[in-house]
């Protein structure tokens, strides 16, 4: 059966209704809500709109529910700062070298994205750009 057209968000959702079932009992969940819960997953599986939500407003309607969330969120959070790696050095801009035309009066300009880019002449003058500078 192909996976329904989910955003990331609900696949991200789905994923964490799957794991709350397998911690039903130990989060102290009602028995008689878990078959509505696995109920409205299969729907959202077979991709029955709307279905995720409904189950996200019966889950929400329970304390245990929202703390366990919230424990999850946080572990995840946890996580995810763990694989974050800071480089040596702050965050800096690279200036753009730019070239001018060195004929007087002209206000060409024209800045280097790729530092393997050679500058083109001047449109107006047909003569080699200068870097800015070195002037």
């Not at 799957?18 to 299969?42: D, F, H, Q, Y």
């Not at 329970?62 to 694989?83: C, D, G, I, P």
Request: proline letters at 10%; a neutral charge.
């Amino acid at each position: 059966m192909p996976e329904p057209n989910w955003t990331p968000v609900e696949a991200a959702f789905y994923e964490l209704l799957r794991s709350l079932l397998t911690v039903w009992n130990e989060v102290g969940l009602p028995p008689e809500a878990r078959s509505e819960v696995e109920a409205l997953l299969a729907q959202a599986k077979r991709g029955q709109l709307g279905a995720l939500n409904r189950a996200r407003r019966r889950l929400l309607r329970h304390e245990q529910v929202k703390s366990w969330l919230e424990r999850e969120r946080a572990s995840l959070l946890e996580e995810e700062n763990l694989r974050l790696v800071r480089l040596p050095g702050g965050p800096t801009s690279q200036e753009r070298p730019a070239f001018c035309c060195p004929t007087s009066g002209c206000e060409y300009v024209w800045y280097q994205r790729v530092a393997a880019v050679t500058p083109p002449p001047c449109p107006i003058h047909g003569c080699d750009l200068d870097r800015a500078d070195s002037s």
